[in-house]
Structure formats: structure tokens, C-alpha cells
């Protein structure tokens, strides 16, 4: 069963189990997938600050789009979960002759990498979440002022927490021209997301 599947109690339960999973990647998702649907809800509320069709369609677009990064973010809770246990998979692999260590390092770097994909998916889809945010804040209920922002800050944390992630797994991979693209994507992701919070902000 996926994690989001279970009950919010079980869920808790997984998180502060002994396990290494879920661990801190797919919390970040999963803090994502929150705020996203925060603003879509904010969105599809009546009594919106719109004044033209035009707005109106930006805010209903808004909306459909916040929803489906929430429902991107929800798969990546699991997404990340089993990448990170193909890592620890890897690491299991046996070491006792030459060969196998050199199949168990190529298999490691092989499944670090994979694994260090979902986090960066769970930034862009909190970056782009975030870019929606402006519309919602500027044009929906201004009663629900506060719901953009507390989704602000969770989609805030998702982003830095999957940036945390993506962060460590870099530091053991050996492919350095991977290792410098993500590390820019990743930090302009950063500085987007923090310019776009700013500018949601001031549209309220």
C-alpha cells in the first residue's frame, strides 16, 4: 500500500518508526503536496477578488494546476522511499572479492544518482507550486489570506528539505558533470522560489 494511502495516524507512525524510511525526502514531499493543495483550495473558493474573465481564468488555472503538483508531490512521497532503498539495497551487495567490489560501487553511484532525482522533483514542483501562489494570493478569497500563506511555508520547506536531500546524495557521486548541473538547477531553484515568495506576498 502507498504511504499516502494509509491513515494520517499510520502515516505519523511510519515517520517516527525506527526505519530509515519514510525518512526526511519524503516528509519534504509530502510537506509539499500539503501546501499545494492549500492554494488549490483557495482557489476554487467562492467570493474571489476577481474582476475580469481574464483573472478569473487565471485563478481557475492556478487551481488546476496546484492540483495536479499536489498529486505529483503525493506520488513522490512513495517515489522517494523506494529510491532510497535501492541505495541501502546496494550498499547490501557483497564486497569480498575485487569483482563484487566493483560491481557493488558501480551499483551504488548508479542508485545514488537515481535517488537523488525524486528530491529534485519534489523542488521543482515546490518552485512551480510556489509560482502559482501569486495568482491565488492576488485574485481568491481574501478571507484565506492565511492559507496562502501557510502554504507558502510548507511548500517553502518541501523545497529546502528536498534541496537538503539532494545535497547529500551529491556528495558521494562521482560524476562530475551531473554533480555540477544538479547543484545549479538546484540553487536556482532556491533563489526563484525565495523571489516568488516575495512577489506572492505583495499581492495580497
Same mark, same amino acid.
Given at each position: 500500500m502507498k504511504l499516502t494511502a494509509h491513515p494520517l495516524t499510520d502515516l505519523l507512525a511510519a515517520f517516527r518508526s525506527p526505519e530509515p524510511m519514510p525518512g526526511g525526502g519524503s516528509a519534504a514531499a509530502l510537506a509539499g503536496a500539503v501546501g499545494a493543495s492549500l492554494l488549490a483550495m /483557495?482557489?476554487? =473558493?467562492?467570493?474571489?477578488?476577481?474582476?475580469?474573465? &481574464?483573472?478569473?481564468?487565471?485563478? +481557475? &488555472?492556478? %487551481?488546476?494546476?496546484?492540483?495536479?503538483? !499536489?498529486?505529483?508531490? +503525493?506520488? =513522490? /512521497? &512513495?517515489?522517494?522511499?523506494? !529510491?532510497? %532503498?535501492?541505495? #541501502? !539495497?546496494?550498499?547490501? #551487495?557483497?564486497k569480498g572479492t575485487d @569483482?563484487?567490489?566493483?560491481?557493488?560501487?558501480?551499483?551504488?553511484?548508479?542508485?545514488?544518482?537515481?535517488?537523488t532525482e525524486a528530491p529534485l522533483h519534489v523542488m521543482r514542483a515546490c518552485a512551480e507550486a510556489i509560482r502559482q501562489a501569486g495568482d491565488v494570493a492576488a485574485?481568491?478569497?481574501?478571507?484565506?489570506?492565511? &492559507? /496562502?500563506?501557510v502554504a507558502l511555508e510548507l511548500l517553502g520547506a518541501g523545497l529546502r528539505g528536498a534541496r537538503h536531500n539532494v545535497a547529500i546524495? =551529491?556528495?558521494?557521486?562521482? @560524476? *562530475? %558533470?551531473? /554533480? +555540477?548541473?544538479?547543484?545549479?538547477?538546484?540553487?536556482?531553484? %532556491? *533563489? @526563484?522560489?525565495?523571489?516568488?515568495?516575495?512577489?506572492?506576498?505583495?499581492?495580497?
Amino acid at each position: 500500500m502507498k504511504l499516502t494511502a494509509h491513515p494520517l495516524t499510520d502515516l505519523l507512525a511510519a515517520f517516527r518508526s525506527p526505519e530509515p524510511m519514510p525518512g526526511g525526502g519524503s516528509a519534504a514531499a509530502l510537506a509539499g503536496a500539503v501546501g499545494a493543495s492549500l492554494l488549490a483550495m /483557495v482557489a476554487g =473558493l467562492p467570493r474571489s477578488r476577481t474582476s475580469t474573465p &481574464d483573472e478569473a481564468a487565471r485563478l +481557475a &488555472d492556478a %487551481g488546476a494546476r496546484c492540483t495536479a503538483i !499536489a498529486a505529483q508531490l +503525493a506520488e =513522490l /512521497v &512513495d517515489r522517494d522511499s523506494v !529510491a532510497y %532503498g535501492t541505495v #541501502m !539495497a546496494a550498499f547490501r #551487495m557483497p564486497k569480498g572479492t575485487d @569483482d563484487e567490489k566493483a560491481a557493488r560501487s558501480a551499483t551504488i553511484q548508479e542508485a545514488t544518482q537515481s535517488a537523488t532525482e525524486a528530491p529534485l522533483h519534489v523542488m521543482r514542483a515546490c518552485a512551480e507550486a510556489i509560482r502559482q501562489a501569486g495568482d491565488v494570493a492576488a485574485f481568491g478569497n481574501s478571507n484565506a489570506a492565511s &492559507d /496562502v500563506q501557510v502554504a507558502l511555508e510548507l511548500l517553502g520547506a518541501g523545497l529546502r528539505g528536498a534541496r537538503h536531500n539532494v545535497a547529500i546524495n =551529491l556528495e558521494s557521486l562521482k @560524476d *562530475a %558533470g551531473y /554533480v +555540477a548541473r544538479v547543484t545549479g538547477e538546484t540553487d536556482r531553484l %532556491g *533563489a @526563484d522560489a525565495e523571489r516568488d515568495v516575495l512577489a506572492a506576498r505583495a499581492r495580497f
